[in-house]
């Protein structure tokens, strides 16, 4: 029982850090649909989204790749993690060719179909399961539930 509550006041404290992260995820797959047209999405394509990831800040900059990266781990606290890909201007080249390479294969790998296939599947029949990009800058947006649950997995499985 006394576990039971611990691991229950672990899991509130989770999800209130999930309330207060500067980062509001966007679920490219919601069954609500995805609007690339919402200023909070920057005009987004759910091709665009699934090729590379996203970001668009609270002034309304869009970023891609590696500066994704960089800009959300800034934003909670470990930007000194990729400092490297700025201070030393031919390590954030390499990072980038890097970047590239990996989201080209990222679905290959994560569900077992090429991102043209994938971005195919969808253009034609729509499809449910949750791809994330993300907006930095903002609240995170905690309507969308499945987006929800995976971060809270994320942290319990971090734990």
Same mark, same amino acid.
């Given at each position: 029982?006394?576990?039971?509550?611990?691991?229950?006041?672990? @899991?509130?404290?989770?999800?209130?850090?999930? =309330?207060?992260?500067?980062?509001?995820?966007?679920?490219? #797959?919601?069954? =609500?649909?995805?609007?690339?047209?919402?200023?909070? =999405? /920057?005009?987004?394509?759910?091709?665009? /989204?699934?090729?590379?990831?996203?970001?668009?800040?609270?002034? +309304?900059?869009?970023?891609?790749? &590696?500066? !994704?990266? @960089? #800009? %959300?781990?800034?934003?909670? +606290?470990?930007?000194?993690?990729?400092?490297?890909? !700025?201070?030393?201007?031919?390590?954030?080249?390499? %990072? =980038?060719?890097?970047?590239?390479?990996?989201?080209?294969? @990222?679905?290959?790998?994560?569900?077992?179909?090429? &991102? *043209?296939?994938?971005?195919?599947?969808? #253009?034609?029949?729509?499809?449910?399961?949750?791809? *994330?990009?993300?907006? !930095?800058?903002?609240?995170?947006?905690?309507?969308?539930?499945?987006?929800?649950?995976?971060? %809270?997995?994320?942290?319990?499985?971090?734990?």
């Amino acid at each position: 029982e006394f576990l039971d509550s611990v691991q229950k006041s672990n @899991r509130q404290q989770q999800q209130q850090s999930l =309330n207060t992260l500067p980062i509001r995820f966007t679920d490219l #797959e919601s069954t =609500n649909g995805y609007d690339s047209t919402l200023p909070s =999405n /920057g005009g987004i394509t759910y091709a665009q /989204g699934m090729k590379s990831f996203h970001a668009v800040t609270s002034d +309304g900059r869009v970023l891609h790749g &590696v500066p !994704v990266f @960089r #800009e %959300a781990y800034e934003l909670v +606290g470990l930007g000194w993690l990729w400092n490297w890909t !700025v201070d030393a201007p031919w390590m954030g080249k390499v %990072a =980038n060719v890097f970047y590239d390479l990996f989201a080209r294969y @990222r679905t290959d790998i994560t569900r077992g179909s090429p &991102v *043209l296939e994938l971005i195919r599947q969808y #253009e034609e029949e729509g499809r449910t399961e949750a791809v *994330l990009s993300f907006s !930095v800058g903002e609240k995170k947006d905690v309507s969308c539930r499945s987006c929800e649950e995976k971060f %809270a997995d994320t942290l319990t499985n971090k734990s």
